[in-house]
Nanobody
Framework: QVQLVESGGGLVQPGGSLRLSCVAS????????MSWYRQAPGKERELVAA????????TYADSVKGRFTISRDNAKNTVYLQMNNLKPEDTAVYYC????????WGQGTQVTVSS
């Protein structure tokens, strides 16, 4: 059974940091491109960051470049999203996604940036 379980979300003040984790099971994690998406209320889901399976090449949305870092630990079947200098506009539900020939989504974790 394929599972992607996100954690690490919460309420944080502007300028603060959070680290999201996504633990995968039920498929060959190391072979999949892993990514983080987010969806704010009333908006479409958007790609935040992605990391390739072998070389670990990363890509980021312009809105998060220099503030967010995606990484993966294939030994732990886990992908991370380190989020620094958070802004109110980062408020959203964050989802991880695994992609190869098929794709899988996690259930999401809420991130709220507010004073």
């Amino acid at each position: 059974q394929v599972q992607l379980v996100e954690s690490g979300g919460g309420l944080v003040q502007p300028g603060g940091s959070l680290r999201l984790s996504c633990v995968a099971s039920g498929f060959t994690f190391s072979s999949y491109v892993m990514s983080w998406y987010r969806q704010a209320p009333g908006k479409e889901r958007e790609l935040v960051a992605a990391i390739t399976s072998v070389r670990g090449t990363t890509t980021y949305a312009d809105s998060v470049k220099g503030r967010f870092t995606i990484s993966r630990d294939n030994a732990k079947n886990t992908v991370y999203l380190q989020m620094n200098n958070l802004k109110p506009e980062d408020t959203a539900v964050y989802y991880c996604k695994a992609v190869r020939s098929s794709y899988y989504w996690g259930q999401g974790t809420q991130v709220t940036v507010s004073s």
